[in-house]
């Protein structure tokens, strides 16, 4: 079975900053491309960042440009969220999704999306 299994979200105050961090499990995952998504109470799935097999080619929504960094470790089979200076419209349920290939650009595999972890920005 596919697994993704997401963690560190929390309270943060506006300007803050949170890790959270998606161990794998369940398919070769050196071979694929992954994502982190998020979806907002009432507002659509949105894609927040993606990364290549190997790292060095990450793709981000224009809004997080500058604040989060994607990053992985294939020998932990993990992907990393650095989010910094948060703001109140980064409140979500954060996941982590599968690509359907290698390049940062693959579209999301929708059968294969984890569990969430939830940021809320507040003061």
């Known amino acids: 079975d596919v697994q993704l299994q997401a963690s560190g979200g929390g309270l943060v105050q506006p300007g803050g900053s949170l890790r959270l961090s998606c161990v794998a499990s369940?398919?070769?995952?050196?071979?694929?491309?992954m994502a982190w998504v998020r979806q907002a109470p009432g507002k659509e799935l949105e894609r927040v960042a993606s990364?290549?097999?190997?790292?060095?080619?990450?793709r981000y929504k224009e809004s997080v440009q500058g604040r989060f960094v994607i990053s992985r470790d294939n020998d932990e089979n993990t992907i990393f969220l650095q989010m910094n200076n948060l703001r109140p419209d980064d409140t979500a349920m954060y996941y982590c999704?599968?690509?359907?290939?290698?390049?940062?650009?693959?579209?999301?595999?929708?059968?294969?999306r984890g569990q969430g972890t939830l940021v809320t920005v507040s003061s």
């Open positions: 999704a599968r690509l359907k290939g290698m390049r940062s650009f693959h579209p999301l595999d929708d059968r294969y």
């Open positions: 990364i290549n097999i190997n790292g060095g080619d990450e």
């Open positions: 369940g398919f070769q995952f050196y071979a694929y491309g």
